[in-house]
């Protein structure tokens, strides 16, 4: 029934985009068109240019030729000079100005002597920069004077009977190691992600106003919201015909100007037979930009859903346009890939194509880009299905950018209490994650422990309890703050010290089929090496309760409440488990961080509370410090004390990993002992079913929540 409907509404409105000439124009007359007749035009303009500015002879006043006979000499033999008549210094001037002539060579007087006489002599060139071209002529009288220079230095030598052959020159001979796909991709780098961004928001601009703002004006949409389809089904049909045109209309600028840029470089004489196209890095560009998108087609989904009418619509649109515009500028700039980068939306899918292009990406800058994307791009789709669900919708008197709206966000404190969306959870990882990569150097200055401690409580916890004090989220129910049980503490602290020796073991193996870079490997250890060796015991519980609390009140708080709410159990603490590990940037550290992550998340889930968890996470981060503490003073803080605390798993053995096994069996016993505390219900609204050995407990004056 639902594909039926959807298939109904999706045809409806492909009809409906066939008949806009403006959709037809931006999808098909742009790159099938428009691109191949303007950039083959201006390239045979330029190739015609070119041909011209080489055949034509340039008129050239040589003033005081009578001291450079040889030069006055190779000027009226070389058939691409005209030399022209003797001139006063002004009048040639005057001549130059107004292109008479198009170049002055202005030597000293009896120049030609005194070089010979091993005199320095500078010969002055006149030239008009406002004239294009003026770099053709510059380069062929450099050339000449090259090689008058040539002759004097010859004849130097000849008056001391040197011979000729101590000016044979060192022969230097240029390879270039870049392909022909790298060399078209580089100058691709510079216009394609723009092009791409622009045009795929443009071919769903107008399908996307089709389906929303039309048809509000016309009062199609209040007709169609009233039939037994459901929201759900409409948004999807509609937005599946949006993200169509989006692609559609990406892919062909891509593959248009592809082609004409590659046919327009092949017709200028430099770059014949030099160019071609790479099939691959043409698919990898596409899927790259994929992500973004989607993001900008539910860009404007949501500015046909709030504008009223078409007018209002186009107004919204301009300033929504200068987003993707913004490639322009990072193509420009060619930034270092940074973790920052690869996270930070339109600059991402910017750089990864400029890598693609290029013949330079790793596997693993892209999986980062083309993921932080794709957060970006469900968090606007949530957003365009939250407008779409609202009642107000064919409301005409709605104003949802009114600022009457905003008596409404000032009574914060007034509401009842929720527990978070998946889409809020989503926006507060994602301000976490760029607040970390932009502000995480800057935060609490350069030593170690103040920076920790300023990064956690700032840029970790701060968001999550900005969050959840501004939405009115349920405390207790959205930060699992419950009282466990005793044989729960116990489990978390068995665990926190057994995974210690297991997780170093479980690196080694990983590292032994899948290497680690040795430069980031001793990056990290340096961190950590001189804290260590002054306040080995302090950095190691400082760092621990900072992270167990604070990292885990975001990951296992309001990231995890929201994925419960819509996922099953397993898939919520898998994806909050994803998350804590992504936010890393480390690419080979997320299996084990992963793995982590799903345990931490599974003893909040069975024991009901988060304080497990803390100190689980909080005692094997300070066990892996005092064991890196250890290994500074058995092997000191030279290179071998760099080694050793970058390579921690090398140094486990079998008596430790069988304590290490022991521990975390112990734990996961102690755990799993008592049955799964009902905690939280399936949907907002239902009761709360305490167990017994997770309480809740309530709110203190002020909103906080005490743990006893």
């Not at 002759?151 to 022909?180: C, H, K, Y």
């Not at 107008?206 to 009233?226: D, H, I, K, S």
Request: aromatic share 6%; hydrophobic share 50%.
């Amino acid at each position: 029934m639902r594909f039926s409907i959807i298939k109904v509404v999706f045809f409806k409105e492909l009809r409906e985009t066939l008949r806009d000439r403006r959709s037809l124009a931006v999808m098909f007359g742009i790159p099938l068109l428009l691109y191949p007749l303007v950039a083959i035009g201006i390239s045979g303009i330029g190739v015609a240019k070119l041909k011209r500015a080489a055949e034509e002879t340039r008129t050239v006043a040589l003033l005081d030729a009578e001291g450079v006979p040889h030069l006055a000499k190779m000027i009226r033999e070389n058939p691409k000079f005209k030399l022209a008549p003797d001139t006063s210094a002004d009048e040639a001037l005057a001549a130059l100005k107004d292109r008479r002539i198009d170049a002055i060579l202005n030597p000293p007087k009896d120049a030609e002597r005194r070089a010979l006489a091993s005199e320095e002599v500078v010969i002055s060139l006149d030239l008009d920069r406002s004239r294009t071209e003026s770099a053709v002529i510059e380069q062929r009288l450099l050339k000449l004077l090259g090689d008058y220079e040539k002759w004097v230095i010859g004849e130097r030598l000849r008056t001391r009977n040197v011979p000729d052959t101590v000016l044979r020159p060192v022969q230097a001979q240029t390879i270039d190691v870049a392909t022909g796909g790298q060399r078209l991709g580089m100058m691709l780098a510079l216009m394609l992600p723009n092009i791409l961004l622009v045009t795929g928001m443009l071919g769903a601009f107008f399908p996307a106003l089709n389906a929303t703002t039309t048809e509000r004006e016309a009062g199609t949409l209040e007709t169609l919201l009233v039939t037994p389809a459901g929201r759900t089904e409409l948004l999807v049909a509609k937005g599946i015909l949006v993200l169509l045109s989006s692609f559609l209309t990406a892919g062909l600028n891509l593959v248009s100007m592809s082609l004409v840029l590659w046919k327009a470089l092949s017709m200028i004489e430099a770059f014949k037979g030099v160019l071609d196209i790479n099939a691959t890095a043409m698919l990898l560009t596409y899927l790259a930009a994929l992500p973004a998108l989607i993001f900008f087609s539910a860009v404007v989904l949501v500015v046909g859903l709030l504008a009223r009418n078409f007018r209002e619509a186009n107004a919204f649109a301009t300033p929504v346009m200068l987003i993707p515009l913004a490639s322009v500028a990072i193509s420009m700039a060619e930034p270092a890939i940074t973790p920052g980068i690869l996270v930070t939306p339109v600059a991402s899918t910017t750089v990864i194509i400029r890598e693609v292009l290029t013949g330079h990406v790793t596997l693993g800058a892209y999986v980062l880009a083309f993921a932080s994307s794709l957060l970006y791009a469900g968090i606007m789709v949530s957003l365009a299905a939250r407008l779409f669900s609202t009642e107000q919708l064919v409301n005409p008197a709605w104003e949802p950018l009114s600022l009457k709206g905003l008596r409404k966000t000032a009574q914060i404190g007034r509401g009842p209490r929720r527990l978070p969306a998946i889409d809020e959870a989503l926006i507060l990882f994602v301000v976490c994650l760029l607040l970390l990569f932009y502000l995480g150097d800057v935060v609490g200055g350069p030593r170690l422990l103040p920076k920790v401690v300023a990064t956690q409580i700032l840029l970790v916890l701060g968001p999550a309890l900005l969050f959840a004090f501004l939405g009115r989220y349920d405390w207790v129910r959205t930060f699992s703050l419950r009282r466990p049980g005793w044989p729960a503490i116990i489990g978390g602290v068995c665990l926190g010290i057994g995974l210690t020796p297991v997780v170093r073991y479980l690196g080694t193996f990983q590292d032994w089929f899948w290497p680690r870079d040795t430069e980031s490997m001793r990056a990290h250890a340096e961190m950590f090496i001189r804290p260590l060796m002054e306040h080995p015991w302090l950095i190691s519980a400082v760092v621990g309760v900072m992270a167990g609390v604070c990292e885990e009140l975001l990951y296992r708080g309001p990231i995890f409440a929201a994925l419960r709410r819509r996922l099953s159990i397993w898939p919520a603490i898998a994806a909050s488990a994803v998350l804590f590990a992504a936010a890393h940037l480390d690419v080979h550290g997320l299996p084990i961080r992963t793995g982590l992550g799903m345990l931490l998340g599974y003893l909040v889930w069975r024991t009901g509370s988060i304080l497990p968890a803390m100190i689980a996470h909080g005692l094997y981060d300070a066990a892996q410090l005092a064991y890196a503490a250890i290994m500074i003073r058995t092997y000191g803080s030279g290179a071998e004390g760099d080694i050793a605390v970058a390579n921690l798993g090398s140094t486990v053995n079998l008596v430790q990993l069988g304590i290490g096994c022991l521990l975390t069996g112990a734990g996961l016993y102690l755990v799993t002992r008592r049955p799964i505390p009902a905690t939280d219900p399936p949907a907002d609204g239902l009761p709360v079913v305490p167990a017994a050995d997770a309480t809740p407990v309530a709110p203190a004056a002020g909103g906080a929540v005490p743990l006893h």
